[in-house]
Nanobody, 122 residues
Framework: QVQLVESGGGLVQPGGSLRLSCKVS????????IGWFRQAPGKEREGVGC??????SYADSVKGRATISRDFAKNTVYLQMSSLKPEDTAVYYC?????????????????WGRGTQVTVSS
């Protein structure tokens, strides 16, 4: 059974860092692209970054502050965020796709997990 479970969110002060985890089961993390997305209150869901075929790409809003990595032994993909800003406050999600990541609107409502809440506030 294919399942992705996000975790690692929390409350962090502006300028702080956080590492989010996407635990994958049902396939290997190197078999598919893994995308990170987020949805802030009252806003549309947006892409944060994508890990595909060993390469990463990031949205302009997080470029230089976000790093996606994977641990094959744990079958987990991570999103490391630093220099966090209040506008990074959102629910963060991960999704698997093939061969690459698509825009959030390409995925059905039933494809999204519960996500993990990140709140950046002093």
């Amino acid at each position: 059974q294919v399942q992705l479970v996000e975790s690692g969110g929390g409350l962090v002060q502006p300028g702080g860092s956080l590492r989010l985890s996407c635990k994958v089961s049902g396939f290997s993390v190197d078999d598919r692209a893994i995308g990170w997305f987020r949805q802030a209150p009252g806003k549309e869901r947006e892409g944060v970054g994508c890990l595909s075929d060993g390469s990463t790409s990031y949205a302009d809003s997080v470029k230089g502050r976000a790093t996606i990595s994977r641990d094959f032994a744990k079958n987990t993909v991570y999103l490391q965020m630093s220099s966090l800003k209040p506008e990074d406050t959102a629910v963060y999600y991960c999704l698997a796709d093939y061969p690459g990541c698509r825009a959030p609107g390409a995925y059905g409502n039933d494809q999204w997990g519960r996500g993990t809440q990140v709140t950046v506030s002093s």
